[in-house]
């Protein structure tokens, strides 16, 4: 009866949080505030000039370009189209400005081969704006048409437009990927053609489940969303479940072996697999938390929503599948059905053999093993984590960075990228002649006032806007006009909020990677109860991270250049990828050390460490090696979206799984215990004092090479 309705309350919770969860794009936030770090120079800008220059404008720019010059009858053009451009719902009033009012505002607009002209105006949407952008854009595009000539939508607004495509539909994009790759590998890995469906419906149902929790928090509890962290929600969501499933899945059918009635092999495949998934979720979710303590509001708004998706995961995979799999029985497992007091198949497999061929020579095993791995880590050196150029920041060269080069390859100044600088009003005129001196910044606005003290005027910056020239300029701006005596100057807008974001990245990671780490640790030992294992455990961790890091900056360098005509040179990467980065691998890593450690320190109780890491990894291998390859793909899925930060994201996380489960886990790992046996309980008397002897009875078995646990034991 308790199985019927556990699936009667999670159709219900299905149904009412699903039309929840197909309006979490309806509170995302991916305006710039979102993103800002609170205490922030560009922050406090924004605030003073708040009830001036309104934080939700859209400077925007078209650009218009021909090569065999612009016609006379092409500047009429132009100046009709401006007066047509101010009709579109969301421009700003009086905000058009044709090429000969901008250079009269003191913004030159035209160049002076008389090849590109450019129409400046400024769209508000308030807070909708990331919504509402590509519409507008589609609009500008359709009114801005002339035979000869080649137009381009660039600015903050062509920047939104195109950074709005590259996010439109990617939650059901990036889900039915994950999902399709998922189903592939579950076909493979359970020889069945029907079980995969319970695991894939209890993912959907978590996942959907988790995306309306999520959108009641972002409605009513004020939680930052935005396409990336939605993003990375559904390929968490769907990788973690299904790890989760194999494991309780693999367990469960080990048990059905033991056991004539499936209620009670589920009973114990519970009892024993569901406190190494509650452990993972655990460790995923306390690691995500971890990053509320971020500067940054998108990577703090990043951690509770996946914390809520994992959860939200943890109990559909131990209460929906577990009575799916009860109701359906045995037949789902066709056309190898699991029969009662039939053959294990684990005691001979792939993993026995390795844990075979290990055993003799382990600590030369382990020590070959981190030697190997350390030689993968010297490609970190190769990483620059100082942030990318907007042509960088995509795979493919969308029309705001072709926009871009073509102002710049004219001469022109893209005014809608500012210096906005903020002063005491006796002393903005020493801050102006300040600012003018600092190479790259344009010549100031004239001054005006935002209080009875305070004035502001605005600059141009005559780099691409998160460029490293660009960093350069704010920095030698802030140091000028901070250098005026009581003028209390504070320097803001678009490149300085890019500085700030780089420099609060990279103060969460030099704060929230050790802590993720003292986390981690302090379940381990928890779990384990002992303080030799998890210290060892922490430790593989980093140097699979290390490892990952380093073979994946290789594939940044060599081979991503080769399947896509736009990539940035080098190894450059996003601020906050090494936190991304570490936090997935370590969080998730760590389910592999929970599954095969928890299942050791189980068998120790009977067989001993050194037969029971065996034992573990005969019983595992295969969940865990499966589980990588599942959490592998749906990672890699993000490569699919055009935005580098997440291709990067996807390749590495991918990279570091797999290493995780193949080598890390399954042979360093196991290496480990069988040298040191006994001790790595310490200080825990488990398996020393004293040691445990395994039972006579189960020599011939050859317990030593994988043999599961005898039914007695289990019970």
Not at 399 to 416: F, M, R, T, W
Not at 446 to 462: G, K, L, M, N
Not at 574 to 586: E, I, K
Not at 691 to 697: L, S
Request: charged share 15%; proline share 5%.
């Amino acid at each position: 009866m308790t199985k019927w309705l556990v699936l009667l309350f999670w159709l219900v919770a299905f149904v009412i949080f699903g039309s929840l969860s197909s309006k979490l794009i309806d509170v995302q936030n991916n305006e710039a505030s979102s993103w800002l770090p609170s205490s922030a120079e560009s922050t406090e800008v924004a605030n003073e000039l708040a009830d001036t220059v309104d934080p939700n404008n859209i400077p925007t720019l078209v650009v218009y370009s021909s090569d065999s010059g612009l016609t006379a009858a092409d500047r009429g053009e132009i100046d009709a189209q401006a007066a047509e451009l101010a009709t579109i719902d969301g421009v700003v009033e009086g905000s058009v400005l044709t090429p000969e009012q901008a250079a009269q505002a003191g913004f030159p607009a035209e160049s002076a081969d008389g090849e590109v002209a450019v129409t400046s105006l400024t769209f508000n949407f308030g807070a909708n704006g990331w919504n509402d952008i590509p519409d507008a854009a589609a609009e500008v595009r359709d009114i801005a048409q002339i035979d000869g000539v080649t137009v381009h939508l660039a600015g903050y607004g062509g920047q939104a437009a195109d950074a709005a495509e590259v996010f439109e539909g990617v939650d059901t994009t990036l889900v039915l990927g994950a999902l399709t790759v998922v189903v592939i590998i579950l076909l493979f890995t359970y020889r069945s053609p029907i079980l995969w469906v319970l695991p894939i419906f209890s993912v959907v149902v978590a996942y959907t489940v988790s995306g309306g929790v999520v959108y009641l928090l972002a409605k009513y509890a004020d939680l930052t969303v935005n396409g990336q962290s939605q993003a990375i929600l559904g390929i968490l969501v769907i990788g973690a479940g299904t790890d989760y499933a194999l494991l309780l899945v693999a367990r469960y059918r080990e048990e059905l072996r033991r056991h004539d009635d499936r209620h009670a092999a589920m009973a114990v495949a519970l009892h024993r697999a569901a406190p190494a998934i509650l452990a993972s979720a655990s460790t995923v979710a306390a690691g995500m938390l971890c990053l509320l303590i971020a500067d940054l509001n998108s990577t703090a708004g990043l951690g509770p929503v996946n914390a809520v998706g994992i959860g939200v995961t943890f109990l559909v995979m131990v209460t929906l599948l577990p009575a799916l799999l009860v109701i359906f029985g045995r037949w789902m497992f066709w056309p190898k059905r699991p029969a009662f007091g039939s053959h294990e198949p684990n005691t001979t497999g792939l993993w026995a053999k390795v844990g075979g061929a290990i055993s003799p020579r382990p600590r030369r095993v382990w020590l070959v093993t981190t030697g190997v791995l350390l030689v993968a880590c010297l490609g970190i050196l190769k990483i620059d984590a100082g942030g990318m150029s907007t042509e960088d920041t995509y795979t493919k060269e969308f029309d705001a960075i072709v926009g871009q080069k073509v102002l710049v390859e004219h001469g022109l100044v893209d005014n809608s990228n500012t210096l906005q600088v903020v002063a005491n009003t006796d002393s903005i005129g020493d801050v102006q002649q300040a600012v003018a001196a600092v190479p790259g910044a344009g010549d100031p606005t004239d001054p005006q006032p935002i209080s009875d003290s305070r004035s502001y005027f605005e600059a141009t910056v005559d780099a691409d806007i998160s460029s490293q020239t660009a960093y350069d300029i704010v920095g030698q701006s802030r140091t000028a006009a901070h250098g005026v005596d009581g003028a209390d100057a504070l320097v803001g807008g678009g490149s300085a909020f890019y500085l700030d974001t780089k420099e609060a990245a990279n103060r969460d990671n030099r704060v929230i990677i050790p802590t993720v780490l003292l986390v981690v640790l302090l379940i381990l030992i928890g779990l384990l109860r002992a303080l030799a294992a998890p210290l060892i455990l922490v430790g593989t961790v980093v140097l699979s991270f290390g490892a990952a890091m380093g073979l994946s900056a290789l594939v940044f360098d060599y081979v991503a250049p080769l399947v896509t005509d736009h990539w940035p040179e080098g190894v450059q990467v996003d601020p906050g990828f090494p936190l991304f980065a570490f936090v997935f691998l370590v969080a998730l890593g760590i389910d592999y050390n929970i599954f095969l450690m928890t299942r050791v320190r189980e068998e120790t109780a009977t067989y001993g460490t050194r037969q029971g890491s065996l034992i573990a990894l005969s019983s595992t291998g295969g969940v865990i090696t499966s589980a990588g390859i599942v959490l592998a793909a749906t990672f890699l899925v993000l490569a699919s979206i055009p935005f580098v930060f997440l291709v990067e994201l996807g390749v590495a996380v991918a990279l570091g799984v797999l290493l995780d489960t193949i080598i890390v886990r399954s042979v360093l790992v196991t290496a480990i215990n069988l040298d040191l046996g006994g001790k790595i309980w310490w200080p825990s008397a488990l398996d020393r004092k004293p040691p445990v002897t395994p039972p006579a009875e189960a020599a011939p078995e050859g317990v030593g090479v994988g043999q599961p646990t005898p039914v007695g034991a289990d019970d």
